[in-house]
């Protein structure tokens, strides 16, 4: 769905798009990594924007509930968040933390069923996954 798009609905359904909210959407559906709130607030300053960190995480917290991003909580602890986008997992690296999506045909053939088994052994509804592959990147393996 283009960007424009995702303004025209979110106004569609009674919803502002404020200065904030527009650099938000636009950062997280540009980039190519999942980014943490420090990132987002270091980025719009370079955009000339200026935003506390509480105003960040609401608005957040407004993409989220729209299911527009996903919230990633990495090895670090540290959160990130990313535009939605179809199914896949990460490869961080473990020394520096670089960041690569990593898309597996066979993996996303197998997760469904396994699910469906997790499902009927234990009566969980609505089961989802998350999985994250760890390595040294290119850079750090040096």
């Given at each position: 769905?283009?960007?424009?798009?995702?303004?025209r609905t979110l106004q569609q359904n009674g919803?502002?798009?404020?200065?904030?909210?527009?650099?938000?959407?636009?950062?997280?559906?540009?980039?190519p990594n999942p980014l943490s709130i420090l990132d987002l607030k270091a980025a719009l300053q370079q955009e000339g924007l200026?935003?506390?960190?509480s105003t960040l995480y609401r608005?957040?917290?407004?993409?989220?509930?729209?299911?527009l991003t996903v919230e990633l909580c990495f090895h670090t602890g540290e959160k990130k968040y990313e535009w939605k986008r179809e199914h896949h997992h990460?490869?961080?690296?473990?020394?520096?933390?670089?960041?690569?999506?990593?898309?597996?045909?066979?993996?996303?053939?197998?997760?469904p069923s396994i699910e469906k088994k997790i499902h009927a052994s234990t009566k969980?509804?609505?089961?989802?996954?998350?999985?994250?592959?760890?390595?040294?990147?290119?850079?750090c393996a040096k």
């Open positions: 769905m283009p960007i424009h798009s995702i303004f919803n502002r798009i404020t200065m904030c909210r527009r650099a938000l959407i636009s950062l997280l559906f540009e980039s200026e935003f506390d960190k608005e957040i917290q407004f993409l989220m509930n729209n299911n990460h490869l961080i690296c473990r020394r520096c933390d670089a960041i690569e999506e990593v898309q597996l045909d066979e993996l996303e053939n197998v997760l969980f509804t609505k089961i989802d996954h998350a999985l994250d592959f760890f390595g040294l990147c290119v850079q």
